[in-house]
């Protein structure tokens, strides 16, 4: 039997007792054996794992441990292992390592990989590596397609066949392209000037008599993307339409590669952890990245909450005479902030993963924002109810519950305003409704919940004292 | 020409003018169609679009205008729809369908796509419908199977060749199963007793010889998953081997059917957005679904909520003279909770991420958990130095700064330490890291952020007045 699916010759099986028993984490052992001065054991042992796996390794490793295991491969294999992973891996693979090094493996990887890896490169090491390659030429313009574009994702290396052709010739075509057409399943059809006419599954084309001409039996392609199309927007509709692959065409037809859905599934889920990300104000951070780099990442969104923390607390400052008179007041203002912040972020959630799924079309805005704030006229009841009765029967002070209730109705009533209003008004402003939207919807229920809470407080000092 | 893939003759292209233009939104225009009493241009209109699109319209409208579009529908109809959807859209399409319709187009769908259906269905309503298939004999074994499984997943339409077949007549089983083969790419070989002996593609097959015997020019099928392996798992193996398919066999080697990568982007998408959705306290939320099943959503979370935030309010109440004698400790007192919560939930978010997309293996949990200590202790540094400075500076109070700063340091490392540590313990209890870490993290941050503030400058009284 040949080895399996893209893998090499002895394979790493996930519950494979090597890995679950005797050797904990392959790539600590891994790493171990090359702080052991014992390259050639660490290669063998590399060697026996995934490509997937090879690359998690070789990423994991500090610089000169990298640069040390990379000159032990060949090119092709550490090529064959880029091959492998989603463009962050490899990015993360490739970052550290000598231009040198770098230039050798491009080279040896297929142009849409070396694309990938060199857009990720700062500006000063992609031109160090790029002017050392040798086959720069099929790469140059890919690197054009910014990054998370369909020009970026597409693969070139895919099976054309001119739509005139016999199913015999076209067969002829997928044998010499081999693995590509393999993982496409299909060829794209095109005319004399390279415009894209269709496509044929391959199955198709091996059930067909040989001298059946290819349109014939060809699928219109209807579904193609421009190259500087959105990757989300790719994601979409592969999955809306369930498609394998989706060809990348200029807007003149000319066909220019395609995206095959595995690579999708990378996206989808890349999509998924940037928007969580961004709301938590992480944006591109790795639990396995440098300390340095996580503190740049964190530092700017920890300084911008403080100051608008401090923006609510110029708003208590106001009100520092009435809580003078009234001290239990203190005791209740991370009440109303903290659920105020809660409403809100369970709107802006809400909002912003369906508008990342394509689930919110411009026009349903509004009646959007007003389910929000239906949403929060009925939690803003029930809850201020709630604290209504506590606070008034622990304080003893039926005034004092009167007023939180009626400051957790308003907030309440602001987050779904702003949870929903935010998020769409920032879509409307052309920028990512996820980055900066929870720091804006935190604010407005922290300012607008304390202004209520002290402001009806000091109206009602009388009855509160 | 042929119809594109997997779609209906006309096509509705994204940006076909009858989108875009004339017609705002397909939805609504079926949806109006039906509402005039216009049968049968509703189904015309419909029939034009794509079959996923198709069904978004028809799962939007109410129960009643639903059951009657679908009574204009022939039951393969709404089944061909049905197969184009994700398992929760297929769930929302027939959610209100009645019994009878219901399962004569469960007849007409494949097995795997009515025990999605049913699987959604309560108990009540899943056994009325089971009571009039007609065809529920291939169904009852894959409902044994939990949502979110393997089993759940996996197509049973795969096409299978015995080990010692030969090429010519594995293309004839290709032949047979048209669609299937075609989506899968390839066919799945088994021995005598069905067990699972490998794989090979139809482009091999269609470029062999037609007397080789397909063991010759086989994968073996290394990666493959029990039936009850998580949906997780599965995503998690076929991206990061870049696998079209996972072929599902019992632990015996029978091989049972087949997972598509196309199934597992839905996955994907749908476990990132319910980590998203538990963390925000909206579990199993929708933009789309009815008013009061947000309110029952959202509601537990935001009195969980509450509860904790009383149990913080205690702890401030307990120094309420303190705050009497320098009431610009509450004017800090959001600040202090603010700048914890925003801390514990950036590490928050990280871990329960990093561990869904499986970067965080077990024995990483304490590297981990000292990482966040560190980030938590330079943040606190940073973030009390300035905090220190400009509230001093405002309140003209040197040791109120000192007060507020130390209490910044405390919260800080108490976010990084909850944040990692919460995450890791609950999935050390083997339960859902994320739906109950975010309200356990920021009642940590709050009563230890505080007591630490209000503690200190009880101890310094005589220096803050």
């Given amino acids: 039997m040949n080895p399996p699916q893209d893998s090499t010759d002895t394979v790493f099986e996930p519950d494979d007792p090597r890995v679950d028993g005797d050797i904990q984490d392959p790539a600590e052992h891994f790493r171990d054996l090359i702080n052991?001065?014992?390259?050639?054991?660490?290669?063998?042992?590399?060697?026996?794992?995934?490509?997937?796996?090879?690359?998690?390794?070789?990423?994991?490793l500090g610089r000169s441990q990298k640069n040390e295991a990379l000159s032990l491969l060949s090119p092709e294999h550490t090529a064959h292992i880029l091959d492998h992973l989603s463009p962050t891996e490899a990015a993360q693979l490739s970052y550290g390592v000598d231009a040198g090094t770098l230039s050798a493996i491009l080279d040896a990887s297929s142009p849409d990989v070396a694309a990938d890896v060199l857009r990720y490169l700062s500006r000063q090491q992609s031109e160090q590596v790029q002017a050392t390659m040798s086959?720069?030429?099929?790469?140059?313009?890919?690197?054009?397609?910014?990054?998370?574009?369909?020009?970026?994702?597409?693969?070139?290396?895919?099976?054309?066949?001119?739509?005139?052709?016999?199913?015999?010739?076209?067969?002829?075509?997928?044998?010499?392209?081999?693995?590509?057409?393999?993982?496409?399943?299909?060829?794209?059809?095109?005319?004399?000037?390279?415009?894209?006419?269709?496509?044929?599954?391959?199955?198709?084309?091996?059930?067909?008599?040989?001298?059946?001409?290819?349109?014939?039996?060809?699928?219109?392609?209807?579904?193609?993307?421009?190259?500087?199309?959105?990757?989300?927007?790719?994601?979409?509709?592969?999955?809306?339409?369930?498609?394998?692959?989706?060809?990348?065409?200029?807007?003149?037809?000319?066909?220019?590669?395609?995206?095959?859905?595995?690579?999708?599934?990378?996206?989808?889920?890349?999509?998924?952890?940037?928007?969580?990300?961004?709301?938590?104000?992480?944006?591109?951070?790795?639990?396995?990245?440098?300390?340095?780099?996580?503190?740049?990442?964190?530092?700017?969104?920890?300084?911008?909450?403080?100051?608008t923390a401090f923006v609510a607390?110029?708003?208590?400052?106001?009100?520092?005479?009435?809580?003078?008179?009234?001290?239990?007041?203190?005791?209740?203002?991370p009440v109303v902030a903290g659920q105020g912040g809660i409403g809100g972020t369970q709107t802006l959630t809400l909002v912003v993963r369906s508008m990342a799924l394509g689930e919110l079309p411009g026009r349903r805005g509004m009646r959007l924002l007003a389910r929000e704030v239906i949403l929060g006229l009925v939690h803003g009841l029930l809850l201020g109810l709630a604290v209504a009765l506590v606070a008034g029967l622990w304080k003893s002070n039926p005034f004092l519950g009167l007023v939180l209730g009626l400051a957790m109705l308003a907030n309440m009533l602001v987050a779904g305003l702003a949870g929903a209003g935010v998020p769409l008004l920032l879509r409307r402003l052309r920028l990512d409704p996820a980055v900066a939207s929870a720091v804006i919807v935190t604010t407005f229920t922290d300012v607008c919940g304390f202004a209520v809470f002290l402001g009806l407080a000091t109206a009602m000092l009388t009855a509160l004292t």
Avoid: K
């Fill in 36 to 60: 052991e001065d014992q390259p050639q054991l660490a290669v063998a042992f590399l060697s026996q794992m995934y490509p997937a796996d090879q690359g998690l390794c070789l990423a994991d």
């Fill in 135 to 307: 086959r720069l030429e099929p790469v140059l313009p890919l690197l054009q397609y910014p990054a998370s574009s369909a020009g970026s994702l597409m693969t070139t290396e895919c099976p054309q066949v001119n739509i005139n052709a016999s199913a015999a010739s076209a067969l002829d075509i997928v044998r010499l392209r081999g693995d590509a057409a393999e993982r496409i399943g299909a060829v794209l059809l095109v005319d004399a000037h390279h415009h894209l006419e269709g496509s044929v599954s391959i199955v198709r084309l091996a059930l067909a008599r040989p001298d059946t001409i290819v349109s014939q039996i060809a699928d219109a392609a209807v579904h193609s993307v421009a190259p500087l199309t959105d990757q989300e927007e790719c994601a979409r509709l592969m999955e809306r339409y369930s498609l394998h692959y989706i060809p990348v065409a200029e807007p003149d037809g000319r066909l220019l590669g395609v995206i095959l859905v595995e690579d999708l599934v990378d996206v989808a889920v890349e999509e998924a952890t940037e928007d969580m990300y961004n709301m938590a104000g992480i944006p591109g951070e790795r639990v396995t990245g440098p300390l340095g780099a996580s503190i740049l990442h964190r530092l700017p969104w920890l300084y911008i909450n403080l100051g």
């Fill in 313 to 333: 607390a110029l708003v208590i400052s106001a009100f520092e005479s009435t809580i003078t008179r009234v001290v239990a007041l203190a005791v209740f203002l």
